[in-house]
Each structure stands twice: as C-alpha cells, then as structure tokens.
C-alpha cells in the first residue's frame, strides 16, 4: 500500500490511522455549518505546503465568500486555484442555457476580483455532471492534480443538475475521479439522522462531520463511518472550529 497522505489535521491523520490512501474518492459529509468547507481548506493547504498540485471546485458558495471566510481564520489560501463551477442565477424569462465550458480555468484564491461575479444578463452558466467531468478531465490533462475538493456534491444535485441519476452518474464520476490518479474530497449535506446521499456509498471512505445543539450550546464530533482498505478509529471524537486553526480534534484527551 502507497504511504497514506496526511490531512494536515493531526487528529484527524491520528483517526485515519495516518492519512487518505492517495489517488482514491472520499467524501466529507454533515450537517450545514458543520465545518466541511474548512476541513477541506486544510486538506488543501497542507498540498501546498508539501509542493503538491491542489484545486478546489465550488458548485455552492462563490470562491469570493470561500476566500474571505477562510481569511477570517488568518490563513492564506491565495495560492490555492479554485474553478467558479456555481449556476448564475436564471432570469424568470426564457433565455439561453449553455453549459460551463471546457475553456474554464481555475483562478488562484488571491487573483480573485474583490466582489462576486455578476451573473450574465442574457445567458446563464449550466453545470451537469457531464461538464462538469469533461472540464476536469481537460484540466487534468493540462496539468496534474494531488488533491482536488468538490465542494459540493449536494449542490451539483439539486441545484445544478437535471439529468442527475443518483447511481450511474455518481458512480461513473466517483470511476473518472479515480482514474485520473487524484485524491479527492468530496462534501455532502448530511442533516443528522438524514438519508444518506449514494455518493456515500459509493466512495472509499466516509469522514462525518456532527454538529448538535443542547441547552449549553452546539457541540461538534468527527467520525470515520467507513474507510476501504484500511484499519481506523471507531470512536467519535469531540471537535471544535478554532480561530486561527480551523478543525481541532481531541484525541486520547488532548487537542489536536
């Protein structure tokens, strides 16, 4: 087996028994706001700090708000490219579709325009599966790819795509994203106790993200539902979203 690739989460490398198996699907499920987009960032940054080719796709939030959400943390994510791959907003009349173009380049973080993209008066952008892939894969040949967010599959379904068939297009992508050699985090809206999307089972492991409210506020766990190929930890942990560090995980009674 490839030596594991770390997450540039201790606690969570400590859970994953070291790390992702390299060049596989993996998916980061959970509620909203329960940390996803952030543990991803830092799946990403620790691909740049070790020299790796790293791209993050957003189908849900504009790259301008990821930037600054991420900023807010004192991270610089201005290195990291990331492909605008969100659905304009449609005008009520009919007007032309066009699906996102293979042309599409990723744009660095810190190149971004400070405001968000205006959505075009006359035409609108429309992501399927299909354009999707097929944008990738010629981004991919252009040039390699370590570690690639899709952020997030939900997003892509509901909001983007109506010839989405949950089990031949998933599994046909999850294929597409494995054969191009990469390793790959994929988020997904998972409210608790909610169906789960056929992404998670199609995936080779799953990191599940808690978040929970009682009378003394929210609390957040992690837990690793399944990981193919490999031992893991099969306690939930506590975890916290920390200024200035993002995913902190307490281990064995100690934070990460």
């Not at 030596?3 to 909203?32: A, C, N, Q, W």
């Not at 790796?52 to 796709?57: P, S």
């Not at 010629?138 to 390699?144: A, G, I, M, T």
């Not at 978040?211 to 929210?218: A, E, F, M, S």
Request: net charge negative; aromatic share 8%; charged share 25%.
């Amino acid at each position: 087996m490839s030596e594991k690739l770390p997450t540039g989460i201790p606690g969570l490398d400590h859970m994953l028994h070291g790390g992702f198996i390299p060049l596989r699907p993996y998916i980061v499920s959970g509620p909203t706001g329960s940390g996803k987009t952030i543990l991803c960032t830092q799946f990403l940054m620790e691909g740049l700090r070790r020299g790796e080719q790293v791209l993050h796709v957003t189908l849900e939030e504009p790259p301008n708000e990821i930037r600054d959400n991420m900023t807010a943390f004192g991270w610089d994510v201005g290195g990291i490219p990331v492909l605008d791959a969100t659905s304009d907003i449609r005008r009520f009349e009919p007007t032309p579709i066009m699906e996102i173009s293979s042309e599409e380049e990723p744009t660095p973080f810190g190149m971004l325009p400070p405001r968000i993209r205006k959505s075009p008066e006359f035409e609108a952008k429309e992501v399927t599966i299909h354009s999707l892939q097929n944008l990738l894969k010629v981004l991919f040949s252009r040039r390699p790819v370590d570690r690639v967010v899709i952020d997030s599959m939900t997003a892509l379904r509901y909001f983007c795509m109506k010839d989405f068939e949950a089990g031949t297009a998933t599994q046909s992508f999850m294929r597409f994203l494995s054969e191009s050699k990469v390793t790959s985090l994929l988020t997904a809206d998972v409210p608790e106790g909610g169906q789960l999307p056929p992404e998670t089972f199609i995936a080779r492991g799953e990191v599940r993200l808690h978040r929970l409210r009682d009378d003394t506020g929210i609390k957040r766990f992690i837990s690793i539902e399944k990981y193919k190929g490999s031992s893991h930890e099969d306690i939930v942990y506590p975890m916290e979203i920390v200024p200035g560090r993002g995913i902190a995980i307490h281990t064995g009674g100690s934070r990460d």
